[in-house]
């Protein structure tokens, strides 16, 4: 069963592309782009929660602008424990229209409500949907499509450095039909279960 929260904190009238976690407090942090309109002001928010979802806490703000648009954040948070517990990352493509787009993430030590550390983990190019995820040591890998594959980079200590970018595996394009877009968007996940491929 669902139950309805109070809504998350907006600025502008457009919400979209959501995503959510839950560190290892139980602490829910929302991702989503508050928009006005394709090339017009908008931010990244993420507001928190300390009660499941039920009410919202301001939302922090880790890129607000107008020339650079920013595209499909992503949220994650570590588990507690260890140097980087509860640690919140977010990713997004920072797009100079008619130019490139570069990956960026940013991470929190305050569950989502402040962000530092701000990196370019890519080159610059024709790249869509990162996603950034955490390990359970520190461990921090975002994915995006790239040109012509699955781009992966990784940082050891809570995306304080990274790694040089490399190609997980490649993409065939699909040509866009009339009426959908077809983007081959990566996903990743991480074995935090304590098991045999932890």
């Not at 998350?8 to 959510?20: A, R």
């Amino acid at each position: 069963t669902w139950a309805d929260g109070v809504s998350s904190q907006t600025k502008y009238p457009l919400q979209i592309d959501p995503s959510i976690a839950i560190c290892g407090d139980g602490t829910v942090i929302a991702g989503f782009l508050d928009t006005a309109g394709e090339g017009y002001p908008h931010r990244i928010a993420t507001p928190r929660s300390t009660d499941h979802g039920l009410t919202w806490l301001a939302a922090g703000v880790p890129y607000e602008g107008w020339a650079i648009q920013a595209d499909r954040p992503w949220v994650a948070c570590a588990h507690s424990g260890g140097l980087y517990g509860n640690r919140a990352y977010v990713s997004w493509a920072s797009i100079d229209p008619g130019v490139e787009a570069t990956v960026e993430v940013a991470y929190s030590t305050d569950h989502g409500a402040t962000w530092q550390g701000q990196e370019t983990v890519s080159e610059p190019g024709d790249l869509k949907a990162p996603m950034v995820v955490a390990g359970p040591d520190g461990e921090v890998y975002a994915v995006w499509q790239g040109e012509t594959g699955v781009e992966l980079a990784r940082s050891a200590d809570g995306a304080g450095t990274w790694e040089n970018v490399r190609t997980a595996a490649p993409i065939v394009n699909i040509d866009f039909g009339p009426h959908y877009r077809r983007w081959s968007f990566p996903t990743i996940a991480v074995d935090t279960s304590g098991g045999d491929h932890h």
